[in-house]
């Protein structure tokens, strides 16, 4: 079974400077997806960013790059020159990349990020 | 021009009743999903559909029924609601890689 585990429960940074979130996960897939996803105050859930694990080159996405170490099985999150509307709980998941067109996805269970001026 | 959307935003119900959760997609995606948000538990796979007419059991589906009658539409269905199932309801959509979710359903169970 696959488990996500994002061990760091709140995280508190100055504006504009760069923060990382750290996760790790477990699985027997060979091949997976890994995502990020943002949770903003109102609720509303976002996708950020995607890894796959077949690919060497670490994902990066406006401010959001992840930093890839696939024989850690760790996956993270950083965001440079953060701004306040940053502010939010950030949930790493991943799924399996079957040969169906289907995704199920397993969540950890988030860092809460707080952007301070 | 939301592409996932979710009705009602809000519920009240009395336990023993009937709950109607819908969700509703643009994206044409295959794929849709049904989870629940509980503090300490994050998010948890309920039912999930292949396409119209397939509805599958996820990690939690006891108490709970989906239905997608269409490829835009997805409904759970608390047939006798429990106190139990207070919780925030999201919904999404997907291919084969990343999902995208509604605004979710906060759904109380008095």
């Known amino acids: 079974a696959q488990k996500v585990t994002q061990t760091q429960t709140s995280i508190s940074v100055m504006e504009k400077t760069t923060v990382t979130m750290d996760c790790v996960y477990e699985?027997?897939?060979?091949?997976?997806?890994l995502f990020w996803y943002k949770q903003t105050a109102s609720g509303e859930i976002v996708f950020l960013i995607r890894?796959?694990?077949?690919?060497?080159e670490n994902a990066t996405v406006g401010h959001y790059s992840l930093n890839f170490q696939k024989p850690k099985s760790s996956i993270g999150l950083i965001i440079t020159a953060t701004q306040i509307e940053d502010s939010a709980v950030y949930f790493c998941?991943?799924?399996?990349?079957?040969?169906?067109?289907?995704?199920?996805?397993?969540f950890g269970q988030g860092t809460s990020l707080s952007v301070v001026p | 021009e939301a592409a996932v959307t979710q009705s009602p935003r809000n519920k009240v119900a009395v336990t023993g009743g009937k709950v109607t959760l819908s969700c509703n997609q643009t994206?044409?995606?295959?794929?849709m999903y049904w989870y629940r948000q509980d503090t300490g538990h994050g998010l948890r796979l309920i039912h999930y559909?292949?396409?119209?007419?397939?509805?599958e059991k996820g990690d939690i589906p006891d108490g709970y029924k989906a239905s997608r009658p269409s490829q835009e539409n997805f409904s759970l269905i608390l047939e006798l609601a429990t106190p139990s199932q207070t919780s925030v309801y999201f919904c999404?959509?997907?291919?084969?890689?990343?999902?995208?979710f509604g605004p979710g359903t906060r759904l109380t169970v008095l």
């Open positions: 999404a959509s997907g291919g084969d890689a990343e999902q995208f």
């Open positions: 559909s292949y396409g119209a007419g397939s509805t």
């Open positions: 699985t027997q897939d060979s091949s997976y997806f």
């Open positions: 998941a991943m799924s399996p990349i079957a040969s169906s067109s289907f995704s199920k996805l397993v």
């Open positions: 890894q796959d694990s077949y690919k060497k």
């Open positions: 994206n044409n995606h295959n794929n």
